[in-house]
Each structure stands twice: as structure tokens, then as C-alpha cells.
């Protein structure tokens, strides 16, 4: 049995500008994050061996490669005396290269996590400082709070938007950050917003005009989307969201989705629901160990 089983939620790019390059290529951007209530689970197991282990029900992630495990080791390498090893399973329910940072929250998870179960003596500050080490959109999910994001998302600033419904769509294409980011037609000049001074009318996602062009089918989802609800895309795609004033209007527009694409419905989250679950969870006896 897990010891502990936890959320790694999606989030959104309620709007997404990028207002600059740095000399390594890196984009600054503005942005505002809000989480959302649906994502993956990340059950943990202590080992009796000092190894760090993952399974993952996409087998596609089971590699060294899977941000999880990069956590997991970051956090070990970093710790001052060994720690007991891990079982880390994850239970994906998050389209991956979505848009929806669904690595990078499982990151956050697994930091959060085993900073609780091996007892560090880290604050959130240095988790964050580490998270970013594993991805820009990392630190977000450590500090659990949405956040207008500047930089490359390590500059935060604690927010409080609406929380509506959202259909999320995935059109059934990836696409990767990185080709986004590199291509010659992204722009890169937003003019910088006053924060707090933010609508949905005077925002956009930069990429958004781009990623339409690219991959017709993101172009197609959005303009049935729109239909129902004010629409756009988050991150660098592919996944869309609407939002709506209640689930039920959004679950009527799920309903009426077409077959092709994928979607869920699910209420914005001004905090990150690993951070309220660790707050109410009990200090672990290390000595409770159990062979997996
Ligand atoms: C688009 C967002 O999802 C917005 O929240 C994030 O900025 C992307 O975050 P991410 O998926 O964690 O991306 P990373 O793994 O950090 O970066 C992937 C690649 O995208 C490009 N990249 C990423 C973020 C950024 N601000 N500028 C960039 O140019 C870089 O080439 C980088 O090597
Ligand atoms: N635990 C993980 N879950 C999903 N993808 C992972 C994981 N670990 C590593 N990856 C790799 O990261 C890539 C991007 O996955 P992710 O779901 O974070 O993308 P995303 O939703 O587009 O994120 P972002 O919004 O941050 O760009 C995947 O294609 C996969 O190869």
C-alpha cells in the first residue's frame, strides 16, 4: 500500500505574452497561471534498498528522462545525510506536451512530497530554486499559488483570479515547446503589461496565432470552442480551454464535442491542492518502510 498518494494538477496560461529574448535564447514572458482541479496521482512508497525507482501507467515515460525521477534525485543529491529510497508510481491522466505542464507539476509533487517524507530542512524559496533547474513552469507549481509570471516564470507574484469552469480540449496533436519557441514567425515583442492591470479582453496567448497555422486541427477546436465560450489556448498548445460560468454549461458543451478530440471539464484553482493535502498530512515514521 502507498504510503502517500497525491495530486500533480494541470494548469493554465490564462493569457501568455512574451515581451522579450534573453542573449540564451530563453524567452521573458508574462503570464498568468491558474491551477485547475483535475490531474495526475503520484503514490509514494518507501523502499528498504537506498534506490529511487518510478512506474508510470504510460509506459512512453518510463524512463530516465521522466522529470519525477530527475526530482527525486535532484532532492537526494542535494540532501545532507542518505535517505531512505523511494517508489514513486504515477498514474497519468494529463496529455503530455499539452500545454497543460503536466510534468512539470508532477516535478513539483514529487519535490513537495519527499521534502515532507524525508524531513529536509528546505524552505520554498530553494525547492522552487531546484524546481526551475527541471523546467520553467515548475516553480508555480512548488509555490502553489497562482501567480502572474514573469521572466522565464521564476518571478511570482501571488494572484487571485476568478475561478470559473474550463472545458479543456485536446486536439490530438503534439506539439513541442521548443520548435515554438525557435520558430521565426513567433512574436516576441509584447508590450509589457502593468500588472495588476489584466482582462481577458486586453490579453492574448502570444502563440496562439502561430500554433493555428501550424497545426490546423488547434485552429479547428478553437473556432468550435469559441461557439460556446471565450476561448484560447494555453502554453505553447495544443491543448485549448473555454471558460465558463458554470459545469453546466460546460459539461453540455463536452457532451456536443466531436469525437476526435479529447477533453475534461474542471473548476480553476487559485491553489495548488498538493500544498493543502501536505498541510493536513502527519509526519512520516521513516522506519515504516515497505518493499515494493
Ligand atoms: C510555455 C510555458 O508552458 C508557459 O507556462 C512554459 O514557459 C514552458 O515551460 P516548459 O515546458 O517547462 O519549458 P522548458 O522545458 O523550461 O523549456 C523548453 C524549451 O522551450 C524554450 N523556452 C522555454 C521557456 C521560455 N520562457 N523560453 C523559451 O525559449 C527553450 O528552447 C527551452 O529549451
Ligand atoms: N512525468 C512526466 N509527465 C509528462 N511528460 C514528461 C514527464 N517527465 C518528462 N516528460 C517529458 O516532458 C515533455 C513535456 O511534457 P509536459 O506534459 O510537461 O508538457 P506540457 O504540458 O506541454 O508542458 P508545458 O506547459 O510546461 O510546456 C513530454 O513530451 C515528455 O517527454
Known amino acids: 500500500m502507498a504510503l502517500l498518494t497525491l495530486p ?27 491551477f485547475v482541479d483535475f490531474g495526475d496521482e503520484l503514490s509514494f512508497q518507501l523502499r528498504d534498498s537506498s534506490e529511487i525507482t518510478i512506474s508510470c501507467s504510460e509506459p512512453s515515460l518510463e524512463t530516465d528522462d521522466n522529470l519525477v525521477l530527475k526530482a527525486a534525485k535532484l532532492l537526494a543529491e542535494a540532501a545532507p545525510q542518505s535517505l531512505p529510497g ?3 508510481h504515477i498514474e497519468k491522466k494529463l ?5 497543460l505542464g503536466g510534468g512539470s507539476s508532477d516535478a513539483a509533487t514529487t519535490l513537495l512530497a519527499l521534502r515532507h517524507l524525508w524531513q ?11 524546481g526551475l533547474q527541471l523546467g520553467a513552469d515548475v516553480p508555480v507549481f512548488v509555490r502553489g499559488q497562482a501567480a502572474f509570471a514573469e521572466g522565464v516564470g521564476e518571478y511570482l507574484q501571488p494572484a487571485q483570479p476568478p475561478c470559473p469552469w474550463y472545458l479543456v480540449i485536446h486536439p490530438g496533436v503534439q506539439i513541442s515547446t521548443p520548435s515554438i519557441f525557435k520558430h521565426p514567425d513567433l512574436p516576441r515583442q509584447h508590450p509589457p503589461l502593468k500588472w495588476p492591470q489584466w482582462s481577458w479582453e486586453n490579453t492574448n496567448n502570444d502563440c496562439e496565432v502561430l500554433v493555428r497555422r501550424l497545426y490546423p486541427e488547434v485552429a479547428k477546436a478553437l473556432d468550435w470552442l469559441v461557439e460556446y465560450a471565450p476561448s484560447r489556448l494555453t502554453g505553447t498548445g495544443a491543448c485549448i480551454f473555454g471558460r465558463f460560468d458554470n459545469e453546466t454549461d460546460a459539461r453540455a458543451a463536452l457532451q456536443r464535442m466531436p469525437a476526435q478530440w479529447t477533453g475534461f471539464v474542471a473548476r480553476g484553482l487559485n491553489e495548488n491542492p498538493v500544498c493543502q493535502q501536505l498541510r493536513q498530512a502527519s ?10
Open 8 to 34: 500533480a494538477v494541470a494548469k493554465l496560461n490564462l493569457f501568455l505574452h512574451i515581451v522579450g529574448q534573453r542573449a540564451d535564447g530563453y524567452h521573458n514572458l508574462q503570464t498568468l497561471f491558474q
Open 86 to 88: 523511494i517508489h514513486i
Open 95 to 99: 496529455p503530455f506536451g499539452g500545454g
Open 120 to 130: 529536509l530542512p528546505l524552505n520554498d524559496d530553494e525547492l522552487a530554486a531546484m
Open 283 to 292: 509526519t512520516v515514521n521513516l522506519t515504516n518502510k515497505t518493499e515494493v
